[in-house]
């Protein structure tokens, strides 16, 4: 169900299970989880196989489930693993996103939808909602009143109004580039812009460990930081000379 490969500083996760439009059972869960936790490389980008990113939880498993508290909580964890992971996490959400699907891509770092994707939280059309932090997470990312307007009405948003509301950050026919994009960075920069846009601490705190996160980059780079100084001052008279 859950395939990886490594592209030199991407890896690629692919949820691989099209003939259910990628809807993922506990098991699955759990092989995506080790897929994004497990990754060496500064990026790792997260797609879904076929015509669809992810429809979310198997319902067929849904339907039997002797403890649903534990499997929502499973997803939370999934979900949170994603978000803490030492990688960049870019989805590249191509076709439906779908309730869980959705709430996972909301977990990453980096959302970049194709012209095709659509995205929903369509759980309250059969007596449900989204509970792989859905309800945590949607708000944070689009604000409190697109969160409730789409987790109650159930509606279906496209590429375009989902780049509106900020749902996602672009719309391209290859959200695959961007994650190469991304990965053309240094790792140690990449990994301390994420865990610090990742702070839910106070504004002092996360101010401070800011700054000390920016010195301790100073320092590992100070060579290349010198060399390019260099060369950006000289080309700044150069232009200033003409």
Same mark, same amino acid.
């Given at each position: 169900m859950i395939r990886t490969r490594d592209a030199g500083r991407v890896r690629v996760v692919t949820i691989d299970r099209?003939? !259910?439009r990628n809807a993922l059972t506990p098991d699955g869960l759990d092989? &995506?989880?080790?897929?994004?936790t497990e990754a060496t490389t500064p990026v790792v980008y997260l797609h879904g196989a076929g015509s669809a990113f992810c429809s979310g939880a198997d319902l067929e498993v849904v339907a039997s489930l002797s403890d649903p508290e534990a499997f929502a909580r499973r997803g939370q964890r999934v979900a949170t693993a994603i978000e803490s992971a030492d990688s960049v996490v870019v989805a590249g959400i191509d076709g439906p996103a779908r309730g869980g699907g959705l709430e996972l891509a909301l977990a990453c770092d980096v959302r970049v939808a194709t012209p095709d994707a659509t995205m929903a939280e369509p759980g309250v059309e059969f007596g449900l909602f989204g509970a792989w932090g859905g309800t945590v997470r949607l708000p944070r990312v689009? /604000?409190?009143g697109e969160a409730a307007d789409l987790a &109650? #009405?159930? !509606?279906v948003v496209d590429a375009e109004e989902a780049l509106r509301m /900020? &749902?996602? #950050? !672009?719309?391209?026919? #290859?959200?695959?580039?961007v994650a190469e994009e991304v990965a053309e960075n240094e790792a140690d920069a990449l990994a301390v812009v994420k865990s610090r846009l990742r702070d839910v601490g106070d504004v002092e705190s996360r101010e401070a460990a800011e700054a000390a996160a920016f010195a301790e980059l100073v320092e590992a780079h100070a060579d290349d930081l010198a060399a390019l100084a260099g060369g950006d001052v000289d080309e700044e008279r150069d232009e200033s000379d003409g």
């Amino acid at each position: 169900m859950i395939r990886t490969r490594d592209a030199g500083r991407v890896r690629v996760v692919t949820i691989d299970r099209p003939d !259910r439009r990628n809807a993922l059972t506990p098991d699955g869960l759990d092989a &995506l989880s080790t897929a994004v936790t497990e990754a060496t490389t500064p990026v790792v980008y997260l797609h879904g196989a076929g015509s669809a990113f992810c429809s979310g939880a198997d319902l067929e498993v849904v339907a039997s489930l002797s403890d649903p508290e534990a499997f929502a909580r499973r997803g939370q964890r999934v979900a949170t693993a994603i978000e803490s992971a030492d990688s960049v996490v870019v989805a590249g959400i191509d076709g439906p996103a779908r309730g869980g699907g959705l709430e996972l891509a909301l977990a990453c770092d980096v959302r970049v939808a194709t012209p095709d994707a659509t995205m929903a939280e369509p759980g309250v059309e059969f007596g449900l909602f989204g509970a792989w932090g859905g309800t945590v997470r949607l708000p944070r990312v689009v /604000g409190e009143g697109e969160a409730a307007d789409l987790a &109650l #009405s159930g !509606r279906v948003v496209d590429a375009e109004e989902a780049l509106r509301m /900020g &749902l996602v #950050s !672009r719309v391209t026919e #290859s959200p695959y580039t961007v994650a190469e994009e991304v990965a053309e960075n240094e790792a140690d920069a990449l990994a301390v812009v994420k865990s610090r846009l990742r702070d839910v601490g106070d504004v002092e705190s996360r101010e401070a460990a800011e700054a000390a996160a920016f010195a301790e980059l100073v320092e590992a780079h100070a060579d290349d930081l010198a060399a390019l100084a260099g060369g950006d001052v000289d080309e700044e008279r150069d232009e200033s000379d003409g």
